[in-house]
């Protein structure tokens, strides 16, 4: 079971990819993916569910970011031994933490789209990991 959103951007709503590959409507269990409703009672009451009788989203719907609006988005850098050595850096000895601004998270086929004045720009993918409380 992956949970993802899915729709035109802005629009999207919850979603699951079933066992058979077939994307499921989960807006009738819960409203959105959301840093409220993502946890570990939603997620429960999405396993007792059976998919196949979820609403089948047909077509080919654009995959959205996989959660919405979340409060906060805080990175690790050279969080891994070859990462840094790709880098030419020193693995540090205390994690090097930053943000990313909630308005920078898009969905896995979503344009980037870089200031005017950019003169540079680097990409790195970000692995997005939601800790309960």
Not at 71 to 94: C, D, Q, R, V, W
């Amino acid at each position: 079971m992956k949970l993802l959103r899915c729709g035109s951007a802005g629009k999207e709503i919850p979603a699951v990819l079933d066992k058979n590959g077939i994307l499921r409507n989960l807006s009738t269990i819960i409203p959105d993916l959301t840093s409220n409703t993502l946890n570990k009672s939603t997620i429960e009451k999405i396993k007792k569910k059976d998919l196949s009788k979820l609403p089948e989203i047909k077509g080919n719907s654009r995959i959205g970011p996989c959660v919405y609006k979340p409060e906060k988005f805080i990175g690790i850098g050279l969080n891994y031994s070859s990462h840094a050595k790709e880098t030419n850096a020193s693995a540090p000895k205390e994690p090097i933490v930053f943000f990313k601004a909630n308005s920078s998270i898009c969905g896995p086929n979503d344009n980037v789209c870089l200031p005017k004045n950019s003169l540079k720009s680097d990409w790195e993918v970000e692995l997005g990991v939601i800790i309960g409380k």
